[in-house]
């Protein structure tokens, strides 16, 4: 597969080349979905990269780490350029317990007072999926909020694509 030139990912590339191969889909997606978002990632940013990757439950999350590289001292301090994931893939794997929201309440802070009135605190892998905040605070991001409750036209497309 070619190497995207503009930062993007060509998914219909990747599917007629999983079409190809003896694997199932998943296990094809796995394997090269965290490369071409790695190279999509790095083509687009401007910066050097410290990615890395690791497990959690069912899923596997590409990261950008960073904050590492200034605390190394291999790239001075930028205070406009932060650690962020880039992507998470995995398969549902549903979780009986209750959420932890306690220790999403505690995530930097009270969300209002930190962020405004036009934010939540959002999950990148749902809880109901088997995405978790307690000991993966990656999984948390800052969201609009008319987007994570429903409240916009893209936001009752979002709360539906959850439920889905």
Not at 43 to 59: A, C, L
């Amino acid at each position: 597969m070619e190497r995207p030139t503009t930062g993007t990912v060509d998914y219909q590339g990747l599917f007629h080349a999983a079409a190809n191969e003896p694997a199932d889909l998943v296990a094809f997606l796995r394997d090269h979905l965290p490369h071409a978002w790695r190279d999509a990632y790095i083509e687009m940013t401007t910066h050097p990269v410290n990615i890395i990757r690791w497990r959690y439950g069912s899923f596997e999350y590409i990261f950008d780490d960073y904050a590492s590289l200034e605390l190394r001292g291999a790239v001075p301090h930028a205070p406009d350029i932060e650690a962020r994931l880039v992507g998470v893939l995995g398969c549902s794997n549903p979780k009986a317990c209750s959420r932890d929201d306690y220790r999403l309440k505690g995530w930097l802070g009270a969300t209002e007072k930190i962020f405004g009135s036009g934010w939540d605190k959002g999950h990148y892998i749902a809880h109901r999926m088997g995405g978790a905040v307690d000991g993966i605070e990656a999984n948390v991001f800052i969201q609009r909020r008319d987007l994570n409750r429903g409240w916009s036209e893209a936001g009752k497309r979002f709360r539906e694509m959850e439920k889905y």
